[in-house]
């Protein structure tokens, strides 16, 4: 039986695909230069890692080891195009903006990796979470490096939110700092691996200050 607080803490946390597993890096540093566009990218890379979990899990028994591969990546590009297709009929401008990297999802190492470490060896539910919180991971690494980069290159959150979720988002713009000039490595490829070293440097951080508590609680009071 499939434990999914399990499977919800290595997507999330213990086994990220952006801050552990340092998968999809490429679009990951290349689309985060703000909000938006981090989110636009997340929620395809999720929606395919999804769809892309359950398929391969609904044909595991009927796919034999040697086309495993190709089959999966067969998968995979179906998945994208229908995301590359939804994309252009809703969000058209978003999806000019992130441009080669939406049909470059197909690539995505965390996504064949899922494919064949796990989907491929379990059940139809437990794949779909597992692709539900490996997005979400994914999601979260891309939200917090355009957060990131946008405050530190533009001084602002949400900008351009029109191209994800129509007119009405136009003036959902947060400026943080009035009159910011600023700052520009934040918004180039050199800032992106810069904050995701950052990034990665306070999970380390974080897990280590963990680690050290349950000794110390193990040590208090030994059972």
Not at 181 to 207: E, M, Q, S, Y
Request: proline letters at 5%; a neutral charge; aromatic letters at 8%.
């Amino acid at each position: 039986m499939s434990n999914y607080s399990e499977i919800a803490r290595d997507g999330l946390w213990k086994n990220n695909p952006g801050l552990v597993q340092l998968l999809g890096l490429c679009p990951l540093l290349a689309v985060s230069n703000t909000v938006i566009n981090a989110l636009g990218l997340a929620l395809a890379t999720a929606a395919v890692l999804i769809i892309t979990n359950t398929v391969v899990s609904a044909i595991r028994r009927w796919v034999k080891p040697e086309v495993r591969i190709p089959i999966y990546v067969m998968v995979i590009a179906a998945a994208v195009t229908c995301v590359e297709l939804v994309m252009q009929a809703r969000t058209y401008e978003l999806y000019l903006t992130l441009g080669i990297f939406i049909p470059l999802i197909t690539t995505n190492c965390a996504i064949i990796g899922r494919a064949e470490a796990y989907a491929a060896k379990n059940p139809v539910p437990a794949a779909a979470f597992d692709g539900l919180m490996m997005g979400l991971g994914f999601a979260a690494v891309l939200l917090a490096l355009g957060a990131l980069r946008e405050v530190l290159g533009l001084g602002t959150l949400l900008a351009d939110a029109h191209l994800l979720f129509g007119e009405a988002a136009r003036n959902w713009t947060i400026t943080l700092i009035p009159e910011y000039r600023g700052f520009l490595l934040a918004v180039l490829p050199p800032g992106a691996f810069l904050g995701l070293g950052l990034l990665v440097a306070l999970k380390n951080w974080i897990d280590t200050r963990m680690a050290a508590s349950d000794t110390s609680t193990l040590i208090a009071d030994p059972v």
